[in-house]
């Protein structure tokens, strides 16, 4: 044995056998694998730091779309229908203070799930440029607020039962929703339809003219992105059936006083002249079912109740308040002149912009009227009719079920 493996022999006796175990040990485990370096290029954000975002489409799929994790430069999607890689599409994104479509090339996909009745493929997506996405920071609200369906939601809920509420109540919702949209704070933070919603309430609120109340709403929708507008239309069509049941009886005058007032609620001085009304009063036209007329200014008509008053001029005395009962009707006129133009002749073509749904109305008289209505309710009362020619003496229509024969959506 040579002087080396003396001294190994030695030194290794010299180590305490603890010590020694303890080595061993150490060396029998395996070392971990170091992780690999991370390659990408953008920080990935899951759906959890996309509550911003509304809604996600892929154009030239036909599949359902949902994002698993989104950055400025790609995104992972899932659909169930085949992503073939080297593919290229476009995406579209939308959501709070954020819109945008970008093109996208598929790097690779894989198919996720054969468990359910429909397959799933998963694909890594590169966009052609990079796009800017909104702070993934939690922005603290000023007050706790409770989760909430969706402004739109209410409305689509508030609409169909309209014709059941009065003015009243309809405005007490239109209100509280009006108030969880103000206490987001900035116009910024709100939903497109609560930005609609804070347009119309205010005028509501202080009794403005319908049609200054429409024209306020269309201002508002005609500010939104253009890329919003489309898809606020069902929405501006439930706001406008909800103006139609408020805007005649949303001053605390016409909501408040009882149906057997004895006198109207003069607002100005009395005028020399009847026809140039106060605008809290309708000047109509009423057409009774047996072919009889009455014409006169009323503050209370509203689809929802049995009858209304009809005075001959808004300074008119109290004996000469007629009430008149909506079953023993045909329809009511709202006109713009008593007399109107006996030579001109209505336009029969409906625009491009006419809005709500195009119906031809006959009833059991064999009269015959074409327009566009919002709140036409088969099992209704009755339901309203905008006329064709906006240039016409009748500025909308009253139409009583009971009279119609025949209701034909053009």
């Not at 709202?334 to 133009?341: H, L, Q, R, T, W």
């Given at each position: 044995m040579s002087p080396l493996d003396l001294d190994l022999a030695n030194s290794v006796e010299a180590v305490p056998f603890s010590v020694r175990l303890a080595e061993r040990r150490a060396l029998a485990q395996p070392r971990p694998t170091p992780r690999p370096a991370e390659r990408r290029a953008h920080v990935r954000r899951t759906t959890r730091d996309l509550e911003w975002l509304d809604s996600v489409r892929l154009t030239g799929s036909t599949g359902c779309v949902r994002l698993l994790d989104l950055s400025e430069g790609g995104a992972l999607l899932e659909v169930d229908a085949p992503l073939r890689p080297g593919i290229k599409l476009v995406l579209e994104l939308s959501g709070r203070n954020f819109d945008t479509s970008v093109s996208l090339e598929v790097l690779r996909s894989s198919i996720n799930n054969l468990a359910a009745a429909t397959s799933l493929y998963r694909g890594a997506c590169v966009f052609d440029r990079l796009i800017e996405l909104p702070s993934s920071k939690p922005i603290a609200p000023k007050r706790a607020l409770p989760r909430f369906v969706g402004t739109d939601a209410a409305l689509l809920y508030l609409h169909a039962r309209a014709l059941g509420m009065?003015?009243?109540?309809?405005?007490?919702?239109?209100?509280?929703?009006?108030?969880?949209?103000?206490?987001?704070?900035?116009?910024?933070?709100?939903?497109?339809?609560?930005?609609?919603?804070?347009?119309?309430?205010?005028?509501?609120?202080?009794?403005?003219?319908?049609?200054?109340?429409?024209?306020?709403?269309?201002?508002?929708?005609?500010?939104?992105?253009?890329?919003?507008?489309?898809?606020?239309?069902?929405?501006?069509?439930?706001l406008l059936a909800l103006i139609d049941q408020c805007a005649a009886a949303a001053t605390p005058e016409a909501v408040d006083t009882p149906e057997d007032t004895t006198t109207p609620t003069v607002l100005e001085p009395a005028l020399t002249n009847a026809d140039e009304a106060p605008t809290t009063f309708q000047r109509m036209v009423v057409r009774y079912a047996d072919g009889k007329i009455a014409k006169g200014f009323s503050q209370d008509f509203h689809p929802s109740r049995a009858q209304f008053s009809l005075w001959?001029?808004?300074?008119?005395?109290?004996?000469?308040?007629?009430?008149?009962?909506?079953?023993?009707?045909?329809?009511?006129?709202?006109?713009?002149?008593?007399?109107?133009?006996?030579?001109?002749?209505?336009?029969?073509?409906?625009?491009?912009?006419?809005?709500?749904?195009?119906?031809?109305?006959?009833?059991?008289?064999?009269?015959?009227?074409?327009?566009?209505?919002?709140?036409?309710?088969?099992?209704?009362?009755?339901?309203?009719?905008?006329?064709?020619?906006?240039?016409?003496?009748?500025?909308?229509?009253?139409?009583?079920a009971a009279a119609v024969k025949r209701v034909r959506f053009l």
């Open positions: 009065d003015s009243r109540q309809i405005m007490h919702v239109l209100e509280a929703l009006h108030t969880r949209a103000a206490a987001k704070g900035s116009r910024a933070e709100r939903e497109p339809a609560e930005t609609l919603l804070a347009a119309i309430v205010p005028p509501l609120r202080r009794a403005a003219p319908r049609e200054d109340v429409v024209a306020i709403l269309y201002t508002s929708l005609r500010g939104l992105p253009e890329k919003v507008q489309p898809r606020m239309q069902k929405t501006t069509t439930r001959p001029a808004v300074n008119a005395a109290p004996s000469e308040r007629t009430i008149v009962q909506i079953q023993t009707l045909k329809a009511v006129f709202f006109v713009k002149d008593f007399n109107g133009n006996p030579g001109y002749r209505e336009r029969k073509m409906f625009t491009a912009r006419s809005q709500g749904r195009r119906v031809e109305v006959t009833f059991l008289d064999t009269e015959v009227i074409l327009g566009t209505t919002l709140n036409y309710r088969p099992d209704g009362e009755g339901f309203f009719v905008n006329p064709v020619d906006p240039a016409a003496n009748n500025t909308r229509v009253f139409v009583v």
